[in-house]
């Protein structure tokens, strides 16, 4: 079964500043992978996903993610932060061909200093 | 992309009582999914709704406590039967669009239980 790591739970960033969120993954092949904001009060908002093809996979919001397959790595960054992007992001993997039931991981909680 | 609504958006229960969360999706999807977000917590997934059949469960979760109707292929249905404070949490609606594979969520129910 795949299973989702997001090694830091919290993270506080000073606005302007680059921000990277680390996710690693184990799975038995190449899964899809992909990066969810919540917001608080809010549902999940897709920032992007990797299916195949370029590793460097550009989203929303000026995100960026890296698949890395020989680091099983999922890296999200942004080069400069907004206040606006304090939120919670989880990584989440899925399984081709399973109708993208997702496993997540335990989520990062950004918080974003003036 | 796929809107998907949920209703109740919350609701404060008592112990011992049952309640239906409704998701209803604007386009057709090819599979639908429903999630749990406990307090502080990541999401965790219950089962999987499968149109005219019976849902298919996750390890710790059963039908007689959390019974999912399908009847289309646009609306879904979760009871959390005979609630208990642990059943306090955000159950998320997901879809996977029809024509991009991308797993859309609702903005959740948010349940506490009394």
């Known amino acids: 079964a795949q299973s989702v790591t997001q090694p830091d739970i919290h993270i506080t960033v000073s606005e302007g500043a680059s921000l990277e969120l680390r996710c690693n993954y184990s799975y038995g092949a190449t899964p899809y992978l992909f990066w969810y904001v919540q917001s608080p009060g809010q549902g999940l908002q897709l920032l992007l996903k990797?299916?195949?093809?370029?590793?460097l996979v550009q989203g929303i919001k000026g995100f960026e993610a890296e698949f890395k397959r020989s680091q099983s790595s999922f890296n999200l960054r942004k080069p400069s932060v907004h206040w606006s992007d304090a939120a919670e992001y989880f990584c989440a993997v899925g399984v081709p061909n399973a109708g993208n039931m997702l496993t997540f991981g335990g989520g990062t909680r950004l918080m974003v200093k003036p | 992309s796929a809107v998907i609504s949920q209703k109740p958006s919350r609701d404060i229960c008592q112990r011992g009582t049952s309640l239906t969360i409704q998701c209803q999706v604007d386009s057709q999807v090819t599979m639908m999914f429903w999630y749990r977000q406990q307090p502080g917590q990541s999401l965790t997934l219950i089962a999987t709704?499968?149109?005219?059949?019976?849902?298919?469960?996750e390890s710790g979760f059963v039908i007689d406590k959390f019974p999912i109707s399908r009847p289309n292929l646009t609306f879904s249905t979760l009871t959390v039967s005979n609630m208990s404070p642990e059943d306090s949490s955000i159950y998320l609606c997901?879809?996977?669009?029809?024509?991009?594979?991308?797993?859309?969520f609702g903005e959740g129910s948010r349940l506490t239980v009394l």
């Open positions: 990797y299916f195949s093809g370029d590793t």
């Open positions: 997901s879809g996977t669009g029809q024509n991009t594979g991308e797993l859309f």
């Open positions: 709704a499968n149109q005219g059949s019976e849902a298919t469960y």
